[in-house]
């Protein structure tokens, strides 16, 4: 082998990395928006729990993605524990208690297919059950920095109430603002967990978040001044209270715009 030859190879395989890697990115791209895809489907019944998805050949030509991308876009959802596959048997979705529902993914799916008042009823469940607990441990710990944190989110508020603002953005840093000033890791690691369902939740409390009402805003201000005061029990009974009026605005606007789509 002469010294030219060995001199080419390196040149060869330097041209062919870059293009190596841009197919690598692209076939990544491809493999989540038909992970997306599907899994927009899964959530909304589309494909049924229990049901086999189409074999593999009707897929590829459907997304019209290679055999590698629907194999990491199934690798995708199965991590979710949204689907299965079994030998002989083919992919099939898995039950609906198996999903992973604190998936940012999947959470997200839900709620940008129509959730259902039964879906958000039981994320309020979870809300109850570690707001108002949060709260009590917020107003016990009463550090600076985390009130002052809290504080400035309520500020916030204030400024964007008729939605002219980042009045959303603000109401996320308020909870959780609350979540972390416990200091407690597993509460602000579920205060992540749920960041989209709270996203979403408060568009819909607010009415398409065109402004929150002066009554839920004077909820929130009650909430930190319990907790800016060390009054554990006030602190939790005022965010039960504003999760519960909340869940009721909910209710409210859900039921308007199913009146607003049969008409």
């Not at 080419?8 to 895809?37: C, T």
């Not at 994320?123 to 949060?134: D, G, I, K, N, S």
């Not at 002219?164 to 603002?177: K, N, P, R, T």
């Not at 890791?185 to 749920?194: D, E, H, N, Q, V």
């Amino acid at each position: 082998m002469t010294n030219a030859a060995v001199r080419v190879r390196p040149k060869s395989q330097a041209r062919a990395a870059p293009f190596a890697a841009k197919r690598a990115e692209i076939e990544r791209n491809l493999s989540d928006q038909v992970a997306a895809a599907l899994g927009r489907e899964i959530v909304r019944g589309v494909h049924a729990p229990g049901s086999q998805l189409p074999n593999a050949a009707e897929m590829c030509a459907r997304f019209k993605v290679s055999r590698t991308a629907l194999r990491e876009a199934y690798s995708l959802l199965s991590a979710k524990a949204l689907i299965a596959a079994r030998p002989k048997t083919g992919t099939r979705v898995r039950p609906r208690q198996e999903w992973n529902l604190f998936d940012p993914d999947v959470l997200a799916w839900h709620l940008q297919s129509e959730p259902t008042g039964a879906f958000i009823a039981d994320l309020f469940v979870l809300r109850q059950m570690t707001e108002p607990a949060a709260a009590a441990l917020a107003a016990q710990s009463r550090a600076r920095p985390t009130i002052d944190r809290i504080a400035e989110a309520y500020a916030r508020m204030e400024r964007f109430k008729d939605g002219s603002g980042e009045l959303i953005e603000a109401d996320l840093d308020f909870h959780m603002g609350i979540l972390g000033a416990t200091g407690n890791p597993f509460l602000t690691a579920l205060g992540g967990l749920i960041h989209a369902s709270l996203q979403c939740t408060f568009r819909f409390s607010w009415e398409g978040a065109a402004r929150i009402h002066d009554s839920r805003l004077h909820q929130h201000g009650a909430i930190l001044e319990a907790i800016r005061a060390g009054e554990p029990e006030a602190a939790s009974e005022r965010m039960r209270e504003l999760l519960s009026d909340s869940l009721e605005d909910v209710r409210v606007f859900l039921a308007k715009r199913r009146a607003r789509t049969k008409g």
